[in-house]
């Protein structure tokens, strides 16, 4: 797997357009790297920036963009009601795929040395970067902000870890580290009073509260025989969060990081902020996400809104998002776009999903038309997705049956399953098609010398192999899929059970159909072990899902009757 890397470099820069451009062009002059997402603040007067690439293109862009913000921005007019230090307030590494947090942070320490030495800013690393643990939390740092660094910067226990350690009125100092996915979350309350939203803030963030006596806000506060003040934890691990006012909106926020979504999800501390505002007799209006957020957080935040509602959790990704959308309000202040806020779907080739992205005609279209592909194969699988489709559909009208409410679990389970291997199969049609014109790349290729004619004869086989073994995935997903239609058949919703019966018609045939691929190009393959292996799995797989066909239909016909 590649390495991939994301940065999200935060600059003190919200409403002038034409500065964030500059940035942000200077920032893509770097080819590799992808910019994912701009999101500009007003009330914040801050930019937050994602990229994502290769760790060596990803360290470039963002020396790049910090150079372009410490020529542009200028601190000393800088307002706005996010705590900054800097041009380039925090720029932070995170791993995403194929790297870990400990090279993540050398890439770190590589990018503030840089930044340090060449642009002679000062600059300071928090989190996995930071090995000295008094100060590597962002807050500690960032303490005092902009106003208070002409003195801090002084003080020998706060000299930068790189750079000058001399006050730079104008580009500030800047924060450089690797940490875990952090999502940057606002919760919108129905009260301008930010003492209030603070009042919420603090019952959920893991800091918690000062702890008083008496009242608990004007009470004295408790110290510990050593003279250290005691905190009241709040109810959320790995939460910061504190309440502002903002003025764009009228409204106040509850401003969350949400440092590790693995711990604390988002779904958890919208519902944990509705509970602890309505206790204060203050409601949620809705929310907001700054930047981008991992795929799996908003359907986890679906499922768990589905499932408070006892509904069923096997639909599809697109209704999952959907429902976390409506559910959290994340679409209050402006649009929500899926295709523009979550990470996978930005960085996803459209190109390798050609024919499941088209219309159920243009499919049909492209299928009649003179090109060999898609051919048997993609047609197989994309029966077998309907097919399972059809088992998924009995299962949630079943988990929704008046009367039935004491199941809907159950059939939950078996929509989640159903929902599972029709995902596999449409993943299947595109890749069929993949495989067939791998063996036509390498059939095209030279063979003029020994040595074109060993590479050529080597990618065909290859490609041969990979043509073998998709439509057997696709005899294997079909044939488990025909356990759902089969649950289906026999417990399911009885006014739906001929659904049941044509799901099973379309999974045995996309078996049948995608054996025939592997037979046909098993014949090319000259690794007799692994074709005579193939052909017998798939022998038997054939059988038996012939055999479960028939059983199938034997349960629909005799409940239809007629």
């Not at 380039?88 to 340090?116: N, W």
Request: aromatic fraction near 6%.
């Amino acid at each position: 797997m590649h390495q991939l890397i994301e940065c999200v470099p935060n600059f003190s820069e919200g409403m002038d357009l034409n500065i964030i451009h500059q940035i942000t062009t200077e920032i893509e002059t770097v080819e590799s790297v992808r910019l994912l997402n701009v999101d500009a603040g007003k009330a914040t007067n801050r930019t937050v920036v994602t990229i994502v690439g290769s760790p060596e293109a990803v360290i470039e862009a963002a020396f790049r963009g910090i150079k372009k913000a410490g020529e542009l921005i200028d601190m000393s007019k800088h307002k706005g009601a996010h705590p900054r230090m800097g041009a380039t307030d925090v720029c932070p590494l995170i791993p995403i795929a194929g790297i870990t947090m400990e090279e993540t942070a050398g890439y770190a320490l590589q990018l503030a040395k840089r930044v340090g030495e060449e642009l002679h800013l000062p600059v300071y690393l928090y989190e996995a970067a930071q090995p000295d643990k008094k100060r590597n939390n962002l807050s500690v740092i960032r303490a005092g902000e902009y106003e208070g660094f002409f003195k801090k910067i002084l003080q020998p226990e706060w000299k930068p870890d790189f750079g000058p350690a001399i006050f730079d009125a104008k580009r500030g100092g800047t924060v450089i580290g690797a940490r875990d996915f952090l999502v940057a979350y606002n919760i919108n309350l129905n009260t301008t009073s930010v003492r209030r939203a603070n009042s919420i803030a603090f019952d959920v963030r893991e800091a918690g509260r000062v702890k008083r006596e008496g009242d608990p806000i004007t009470g004295k506060i408790v110290k510990d025989k050593k003279g250290n003040t005691l905190n009241i934890p709040g109810s959320l691990k790995s939460v910061k969060a504190i309440g502002w006012y903002i003025e764009e909106y009228g409204i106040t926020q509850i401003s969350m990081n949400l440092t590790n979504i693995n711990i604390t999800p988002v779904h958890i501390a919208f519902d944990e902020v509705c509970k602890k505002a309505d206790e204060r007799g203050i409601r949620v209006t809705g929310s907001e996400l700054v930047g981008l957020i991992p795929l799996k957080a908003m359907l986890d935040a679906g499922k768990f809104f589905l499932q408070k509602q006892k509904r069923s959790l096997g639909v599809s990704e697109k209704e999952l998002i959907k429902i976390a959308i409506k559910s959290m309000g994340l679409d209050e202040l402006s649009p929500f776009k899926p295709e523009e806020r979550i990470i996978e779907y930005m960085l996803t080739n459209k190109s390798k999903n050609k024919l499941v992205g088209m219309s159920l005609k243009d499919f049909a279209d492209e299928t009649a038309s003179e090109s060999p592909a898609p051919g048997g194969g993609s047609i197989a699988a994309y029966v077998g997705a309907l097919g399972v489709s059809l088992a998924t559909m009995v299962a949630n009208l079943s988990a929704h049956k008046k009367g039935w409410d004491d199941r809907w679990e159950e059939f939950s389970g078996w929509a989640e399953k159903g929902e599972g291997y029709k995902n596999e199969l449409l993943k299947l049609v595109d890749a069929d098609t993949s495989a067939f014109n791998q063996i036509m790349n390498a059939f095209a290729l030279p063979k003029q010398t020994e040595e074109e004619k060993a590479d050529r004869t080597a990618a065909i086989q290859s490609a041969t192999k990979f043509a073998i073994e998709i439509p057997y995935k696709v005899m294997k997903a079909a044939y488990s899929g025909m356990q759902v239609i089969k649950a289906m058949a026999e417990k399911g919703n009885p006014n739906s059970v001929s659904d049941a019966g044509v799901g099973a018609l379309c999974a045995r045939s996309a078996v049948i159909g995608a054996f025939m691929n592997v037979r046909i190009n098993a014949a090319g393959y000259e690794d007799k072990n692994f074709v005579n292996e193939v052909i017998a799995n798939g022998i038997e797989i054939e059988n038996k899902t012939i055999a479960l066909e028939t059983e199938i239909l034997k349960i629909v016909n005799e409940k239809i009757g007629m």
